[in-house]
């Protein structure tokens, strides 16, 4: 052997002795498990998929469920604890109310006997005070027909007494009877269309007056310039005092024009065609005599003597 081909020959066998042997590679048997050889940068995705299944974020989102179910828990406990005290005033409320019902009851029944005898008490007061003023006037008349001036001026105080509704009135004049429709002619028993209200008798005794009424009573109260027809709930009032059906209206008038008049009247339009319309009972009649009573509750603001600036 040439010395040349010895040398190189020593020289790989001393390389071949200084490098380790690389151990076999078994079946199955994952390349990297060798840390000392370089590894497949191809299959670092693999690899991390591998080690690291689950992401960074879901970690930190699972963090934070689970305090946030720590706070949802005491949230929950707060809420039962709420609920639990507002039952038990709840509870204490009804108590207090079914213990108190009974005093309630009889409060209210004392507060209807009161009014029921207040009104009582008022209506006779009204009917002393009717009396009293028909004498009045029969003295103050007696006192003024024994002169000619008298006389004069008791005309006029007359005709002032039917303007204010201060004096009884007797005369022709027409009689309506206004009631609420059947209830089988309305929509429903809870339905307001058939029923009388307050601006109804307005109309009807606006009507009245513009078709050249002297005096009006509506279930015997006298209407002046300052009578309030209004409505309280389902009752309708005149001057406060509550009106029960059916409601008759009485008007004093000439009786050739009255009741044409009325019924082509802006009112008695509006009441004929609630009667074509809505059903509500209406009767109307021309009465030869009527007398309607003076208005007990007015009373003199203003008065000066004739001549007085």
């Given at each position: 052997m040439a010395r040349g081909e010895?040398?190189?020959?020593?020289?790989?066998?001393?390389?071949?002795?200084?490098?380790?042997?690389?151990?076999?590679?078994?079946?199955?048997?994952?390349?990297?498990?060798?840390?000392?050889?370089r590894r497949d940068d191809s299959m670092s995705l693999m690899r991390e998929l591998v080690t690291h299944a689950l992401d960074d974020g879901y970690a930190a989102a699972a963090a934070r469920r689970g305090s946030n179910r720590t706070r949802s828990r005491r949230g929950m406990g707060a809420t039962v604890l709420v609920l639990l005290v507002l039952g038990l005033l709840l509870t204490v409320a009804a108590?207090?109310?079914?213990?108190?019902?009974?005093?309630?009851?009889?409060?209210?029944?004392?507060?209807?006997?009161?009014?029921?005898?207040?009104?009582?008490?008022?209506?006779?007061?009204r009917a002393q005070a009717n009396s009293l003023q028909e004498e009045v006037t029969r003295l103050q008349n007696d006192l003024l027909a024994s002169t000619v001036s008298g006389q004069d001026l008791r005309e006029r105080l007359d005709a002032l007494d039917v303007l204010a509704g201060t004096g009884r009135v007797e005369g022709p004049g027409l009689r309506l009877l206004i009631d609420d429709a059947p209830t089988d002619d309305v929509a429903g028993a809870q339905s307001g269309d058939g029923r009388i209200l307050d601006i109804d008798l307005q109309q009807v005794v606006n009507g009245l007056w513009a078709a050249g009424a002297e005096a009006i009573t509506v279930n015997g109260q006298r209407l002046t310039a300052l009578t309030?027809?209004?409505?309280?709930?389902?009752?309708?009032?005149?001057?406060?005092?509550?009106?029960?059906?059916?409601?008759?209206?009485?008007?004093?008038?000439?009786?050739?024009?009255?009741?044409?008049?009325f019924t082509e009247s802006p009112g008695g339009e509006w009441l004929f065609n609630l009667k074509a319309v809505h059903h509500i009972r209406l009767e109307t009649k021309a009465v030869d005599k009527l007398t309607l009573p003076a208005d007990s509750g007015s009373n003199l603001r203003y008065a000066r003597t004739e001549g007085a600036q």
């Open positions: 010895s040398d190189t020959t020593t020289a790989r066998s001393e390389r071949s002795a200084a490098k380790p042997k690389r151990p076999p590679v078994r079946q199955g048997v994952w390349p990297g498990a060798y840390p000392e050889y108590l207090q109310t079914r213990h108190s019902a009974p005093a309630v009851a009889k409060e209210k029944a004392e507060l209807v006997v009161r009014i029921r005898n207040e009104a009582e008490r008022n209506d006779t007061t309030a027809i209004r409505g309280a709930d389902k009752s309708i009032t005149v001057d406060y005092r509550p009106l029960a059906r059916p409601y008759v209206v009485e008007a004093i008038g000439n009786p050739d024009s009255l009741e044409a008049r």
